[in-house]
C-alpha cells in the first residue's frame, strides 16, 4: 500500500540552525501539506502546496519557514533559524481528496 | 474561522467496555468530517470519515454519524480492545476537497485487561 515517508525520524539541532524536513508524498497525489504538533497539543496545519506553488499557510507559518518541491517525488520544510518553540512533530501529508499522513519528524531545538 | 472540540481525556476503560469520544464542530458550509487515530510512536492514521449529514463512518469497529443538527461526530466502539490504546483525533476540513484539516485537541484513551 502506498505511503507518504519522512527522513529524518528524529532531528536534534542548535537554536539558530537551518534544518531541512524532508517527506516523499505518495506518488499520484497533488496536494502536500504540513502540519505540527507541539507535545501534548493539538495537531496544526502550517502550509499546503499544489502546483508548486502555497495555496494557504497559517500565522504559524512566518519568514523563517520555506516549502520546496525540489524533484518530482521530494517535498520539504526549511526552517531558516531554529527556535526553542520550534520543538515539535513535524508531520507531511498528501491528498486526493483524503489526507495520508506520514510518521513524522521529531524536531528537537537545543 | 473552523474549529473542533474534542472531550477531555484521558480515557481509561476497561477491555469490553462501551467506549464514547465526542467530538462538536463549528464550520461554515458543508464540511467533511474524520477521526484520525495516532498510536504511540506512529504517525497519524485515518480511522473513519463521513462527507454529509447522516452518513455513517466505520471502521474497524469503530462508527461515527455525522450529526448536522447537533453539529457532532462522536467516536463509538462497542467493545474495546487493549489494542485501541492510542490518542484520537478528531478533524474536519471544509467543503472544497482539497483543503487544511482542523484538529481537535486529541483524546488518549487508554485500555486495562
Known amino acids: 500500500e502506498p505511503e507518504v515517508t519522512q527522513t529524518p525520524s528524529h532531528q536534534v539541532t542548535q537554536m539558530g540552525q537551518e534544518v531541512i524536513l524532508r517527506c516523499v508524498p505518495i506518488?499520484?497525489?497533488?496536494?502536500f501539506y504540513w502540519y505540527r504538533q507541539i507535545l501534548g497539543q493539538k495537531v496544526e496545519f502550517l502550509v499546503s502546496?499544489?502546483?508548486?506553488?502555497?495555496?494557504?499557510k497559517s500565522e504559524i507559518f512566518d519568514d523563517q519557514f520555506s516549502v520546496e518541491r525540489p524533484d518530482g517525488s521530494n517535498f520539504t520544510l526549511k526552517i531558516r533559524s531554529t527556535k526553542l518553540e520550534d520543538s515539535a512533530m513535524y508531520f507531511c501529508?498528501?491528498?486526493?481528496?483524503?489526507?495520508?499522513f506520514g510518521p513524522g519528524t521529531r524536531l528537537t531545538v537545543l | 474561522g473552523n474549529s473542533v472540540t474534542q472531550m477531555e481525556g484521558p480515557v481509561t476503560l476497561s477491555e469490553e467496555a462501551f467506549l464514547t469520544i465526542n467530538c462538536t464542530y463549528t464550520?461554515?458550509?458543508?464540511?467533511?468530517l474524520f477521526w484520525y487515530v495516532q498510536y504511540p510512536g506512529e504517525g497519524l492514521q485515518l480511522l473513519l470519515k463521513?462527507?454529509?449529514?447522516?452518513d455513517k463512518g466505520s471502521n474497524k469497529g469503530f462508527e461515527a454519524t455525522y450529526r448536522k443538527e447537533t453539529t457532532s461526530f462522536h467516536l463509538e466502539k462497542g467493545s474495546v480492545q487493549v489494542s485501541d490504546s492510542a490518542v484520537y483525533f478528531c478533524?474536519?476540513?471544509?467543503?472544497?476537497?482539497?483543503?487544511?484539516?482542523?484538529f481537535g485537541t486529541g483524546t488518549r484513551l487508554t485500555i486495562i485487561p
Open positions: 478533524a474536519l476540513r471544509a467543503f472544497f476537497g482539497n483543503e487544511k484539516l482542523t
Open positions: 506518488s499520484n497525489h497533488l496536494y
Open positions: 502546496f499544489y502546483n508548486n506553488e502555497i495555496s494557504e
Open positions: 501529508a498528501s491528498s486526493e481528496r483524503v489526507q495520508f
Open positions: 464550520a461554515t458550509g458543508y464540511p467533511s
Open positions: 463521513a462527507t454529509k449529514a447522516d
